[in-house]
């Protein structure tokens, strides 16, 4: 267990619907990322904060997706309109910025839409 | 572009026996470097990294070699056990303003035979 939680950990969904999953880093971490992996592949950056700044995103955010981190503490993922395309798992990670790049992950949510 | 890719997609060893994983990267550019070792249904899990200054890190059982000229990375586990039976990726960091995600191989599979 490194410490980063997310929920739920698995979402079974239906095309068209709404998303939305939660990721709380460990506290005093100032970064957090977010990165998707499809079987038998690597992670695939989506996107990252510093405290509640979004700085940066990956061409793979399409507009359906949007991140949040309103007090620079836990995170939101929502996908709008979910295609099939999206079933993944949905990787958190944080860092303390200024102190080492390695990134500590989450144990994922498994997205499944039918 | 950046791209990180590994050369093989299985390894198996017998257990006791050194692994070698081995991995190329494109980004003349990149200065820092990291594996990760992910179990079935885990997230990622931190093992050592390496910047772009250095030749070899060394860790508990691990040794992460840099080639700068070749671009080419490499992780050294020393005494094989059961419990490293994962797939292992490496990864590097995103360079240009403001980036800072981790853009990930495809992925090594250690498999450990008794």
């Known amino acids: 267990d490194t410490g980063v939680s997310q929920d739920p950990r698995h979402k079974i969904t239906k095309r068209g619907q709404n998303v939305t999953f939660r990721c709380d880093p460990i506290?005093?971490?100032?970064?957090l990322y977010w990165y998707r992996q499809t079987l038998g592949q690597g992670p695939e950056f989506l996107t990252y904060?510093?405290?509640?700044?979004?700085?940066?995103k990956s061409r793979l955010l399409s507009d359906r997706f949007s991140a949040e981190r309103p007090k620079g503490s836990f995170s939101t993922l929502e996908i709008q309109r979910t295609e099939q395309g999206d079933s993944a798992m949905y990787l958190c990670?944080?860092?303390?910025?200024?102190?080492?790049?390695?990134?500590?992950f989450g144990p994922g949510t498994r997205l499944t839409v039918t | 572009g950046e791209s990180v890719g590994l050369h093989l997609p299985t390894l198996s060893v017998q257990e006791g026996d050194n692994s070698i994983i081995n991995c190329a990267y494109s980004?003349?550019?990149?200065?820092?470097f990291i594996w990760y070792k992910q179990e079935s249904g885990k997230g990622p899990q931190f093992i050592i990294d390496?910047?772009?200054?250095?030749d070899k890190r060394q860790g508990q059982r691990v040794t992460v070699l840099l080639n700068k000229t070749v671009k080419h990375l490499s992780l050294q586990i020393a005494a094989t056990q059961p419990g490293d039976s994962a797939v292992y990726f490496c990864?590097?960091?995103?360079?240009?303003?403001?980036?800072?995600?981790?853009?990930f191989g495809k992925g090594t599979h250690l498999i450990i035979q008794p």
């Open positions: 990670a944080s860092r303390m910025g200024q102190v080492s790049y390695e990134q500590y």
């Open positions: 506290s005093e971490h100032n970064r």
């Open positions: 904060f510093q405290n509640e700044a979004q700085l940066e």
């Open positions: 980004n003349s550019a990149s200065d820092y």
């Open positions: 390496i910047r772009s200054n250095m």
């Open positions: 990864a590097e960091k995103n360079s240009g303003g403001g980036a800072d995600g981790l853009t």
